[in-house]
């Protein structure tokens, strides 16, 4: 690491932010979205549910005066519902010139994936839609699915198809 | 950071002389902002939960005094953006001399309330909807000279403009004194293109409303003015944006009128707080008629037609519109069935919503709704309400058209 990097600071001349993932925790899996987009991260906070959005937009908070949906991943994925605890997390992102929260189970940490570790040439998604998962990043002997945020929070249908989860 | 200090100028030192300022508009944004963010914090600290169970008198007279103030700061920077409408008519009157050499109609231009003000966001939208309500006038409401002649007119055609401000609205008026909607051609298209049966006969005021709808029109030869069907699109989608409505009155041979009613100003709105089930809406203050709590037997329930609920109100039946239904799901955590109704007025008729309770009257600051909350229905965008909470403004329009359909 370089000696002129401020105190506190871990990114040193050489980092890409392109190249920076925050990754967190959806029950035993990884997953990682692109730290440019996001703008903070806060503790859960009281939620306001709002008619007429999907059951996965669990509603909205007021940030000091900025209005955001927030979106249960879990939800989103269609994998099962989890009460939210104290590691329980909301990851604010702009997407779109749009605020979302992403509802997550907890963060892990910001790594920096060169795309040299990213995997992206797979057709991950079954479907012809564009998929969801921007890649597979590898990281030492773990992996982190990396999600493409804008098709996170489109209208796409992106949750697992039913008979994956008959199949499990 | 440094204020830079601008050269002095002949135009500035002209300004200063009649007490006039230029302000670049982005910083009074700013400062709009900022006032609202001040309101916000205020009612969030002296509604804070830890003032709780205090004994609080002298707390409370100088609450009730900041609430004032901050009441006035928010009524001067509303005040700082508002401009006379006659900027906006001006540009009127020169496109209507020019209209008067392609049609060759000789046109006499009324202007009256020019000094009404008016939120200078909502004056710049307004020029290009007034322009297609002042054509459609000068091109198909006003005779040729011939023609006026012909029925004892004057030969001179006469357009009114005219602003004036009616509680928290504005309410500019185009009207002529030409031949008037014909009633046969618009209801002949109008069967045409699917918005009444064959054999329907509509209220005037229901027949109008069709001229605005997207891709109709009665003109029969498409002048380079008029009559290409998309003017009266453009004055729909903009008054939608502007939170204001439409109004056409019409008489044969008479002459049209075309009210539209827009609010003074964007920022800030005068609501009613209602809560149903765990969810806010907020209402604006001047569409609620009345609060009725119904006693058992004036609710009607209809089966017929899918069946619907009507509110029996001093002898008038007044649709219900029940906000879970409308929005096909269910509204979170309902303990007990609503037990007042909230009547709103709006341009299709009066319309009943159930709520469970009426909290407040407040000034609510607007947010739009955005991203994955643009799919809303029927809602102007989002409130911050002082406790920090968030209510969902309701657009009662939509909500009563999509009660009549």
């Known amino acids: 690491m370089s000696d002129k990097a401020p105190a506190g600071l871990s990114f040193n001349d050489t980092d890409n932010i392109d190249e920076m993932y925050l990754t967190f925790a959806l029950a035993n899996e990884e997953y990682g979205v692109g730290i440019a987009g996001v703008t903070e991260i806060v503790g859960m906070q009281r939620i306001m549910s709002v008619p007429d959005v999907p059951h996965y937009i669990k509603g909205v908070i007021n940030l000091r005066g900025k209005v955001i949906p927030l979106m249960d991943v879990r939800l989103r994925f269609g994998m099962p519902e989890r009460a939210y605890d104290e590691r329980t997390v909301v990851i604010v992102m702009d997407v779109a010139d749009a605020p979302i929260g992403l509802i997550v189970d907890g963060v892990s940490e910001v790594l920096e994936i060169p795309p040299a570790q990213v995997d992206r040439h797979t057709q991950f998604g079954r479907s012809t839609q564009r998929p969801v998962i921007a890649g597979i990043g590898r990281i030492g002997d773990r992996v982190a699915v990396l999600l493409d945020t804008s098709v996170l929070v489109s209208e796409t249908d992106i949750a697992v198809p039913t008979d994956l989860i008959a199949a499990e | ?405």
Request: glycine fraction near 8%.
């Open chain 2, 1 to 405: 950071m440094s204020m830079a200090v601008e050269p002095q100028s002949t135009a500035t030192a002209t300004a200063a002389d009649s007490g006039l300022m230029r302000v670049s508009s982005d910083k009074i944004s700013r400062l709009m902002d900022l006032v609202g963010e001040l309101s916000l914090s205020v009612s969030e600290t002296v509604q804070s939960p830890d003032l709780q169970g205090l004994d609080l008198s002298n707390f409370d007279t100088a609450v009730h005094r900041l609430n004032m103030i901050v009441r006035e700061v928010q009524d001067a920077a509303t005040d700082l953006r508002l401009v006379p409408i006659d900027d906006v008519f001006r540009r009127l009157r020169r496109m209507v001399r020019e209209l008067e050499r392609q049609t060759g109609k000789s046109i006499d231009m009324v202007i009256e309330g020019g000094d009404t003000a008016i939120d200078k966001l909502v004056a710049d939208k307004l020029y290009d909807p007034l322009l297609h309500v002042v054509r459609n006038s000068a091109d198909h409401g006003l005779e040729p000279p011939a023609e006026r002649l012909a029925t004892g007119k004057t030969e001179q055609g006469r357009i009114t403009l005219s602003a004036a401000q009616v509680g928290s609205e504005v309410q500019i008026i185009v009207a002529d004194d030409g031949r008037g909607l014909s009633r046969e051609k618009i209801l002949k298209k109008a069967r045409e293109k699917g918005f009444f049966g064959e054999t329907e006969e509509p209220e005037p005021a229901a027949l109008w409303k069709v001229i605005f709808e997207p891709g109709f029109s009665t003109a029969e030869t498409v002048s380079n003015l008029s009559g290409r069907g998309v003017g009266m699109d453009v004055l729909n989608s903009t008054m939608t944006a502007l939170r204001g409505r439409i109004a056409v009155d019409s008489t044969a041979g008479q002459g049209t009128r075309v009210a539209l009613h827009i609010p003074v100003s964007l920022a800030f709105l005068d609501c009613i707080i209602l809560r149903l089930g765990s969810q806010l809406f907020a209402v604006p203050i001047d569409v609620v008629s009345e609060i009725a709590r119904p006693n058992p037997g004036e609710l009607l329930a209809i089966s017929a037609e899918g069946g619907s609920e009507m509110f029996r109100l001093r002898g008038k039946h007044v649709p219900v519109c029940r906000l879970d239904q409308f929005y096909g799901a269910p509204i979170g955590d309902r303990d007990a069935p609503s037990g007042v109704l909230v009547v709103f007025n709006t341009s299709n008729g009066a319309i009943a919503v159930p709520v469970d309770e009426i909290l407040d009257r407040q000034q609510v600051v607007m947010k739009p709704l955005i991203g994955r909350l643009a799919n809303v229905r029927a809602s102007w965008g989002c409130a911050l309400l002082g406790t920090g909470e968030v209510a969902l403004v309701l657009d009662c329009e939509r909500l009563g058209a999509g009660v009549s359909s």
